[in-house]
């Protein structure tokens, strides 16, 4: 098991800590905390992730993207 910090920036911010398996990849992660990888960008130590890379147990932010007209 590796250990996730996590932190959602959504207008507010969430912060947590994860247990995960070592197998899990990003979009699990997104899963397992009920969010939609559609709107969302993901990022490790500060740099953008494909959600299909495994995760390490680093520091994660979830940035959820805004648009409108």
Same mark, same amino acid.
């Given at each position: ?8 920036? @959504?207008? @507010? &911010?969430?912060?947590? +800590?994860?247990?995960?398996?070592? %197998? =899990? +990849?990003?979009?699990? !992660? !997104?899963? @397992? ?6 709107? &969302?960008? &993901? =990022? ?7 959600? %299909?890379?495994?995760? +390490?147990? %680093? %520091? &994660?932010?979830? !940035?959820?993207?805004? @648009? $409108? $007209?």
């Amino acid at each position: 098991m590796l250990k996730v910090r996590i932190k959602i920036l @959504s207008g @507010s &911010v969430k912060q947590e +800590t994860r247990e995960v398996p070592e %197998d =899990f +990849t990003y979009e699990n !992660l !997104l899963g @397992s905390l009920n969010i939609n990888p559609e709107i &969302v960008l &993901v =990022f490790r130590n500060g740099n953008p992730v494909p959600l %299909d890379e495994n995760v +390490t147990p %680093d %520091d &994660v932010e979830i !940035l959820r993207i805004v @648009s $409108g $007209g």
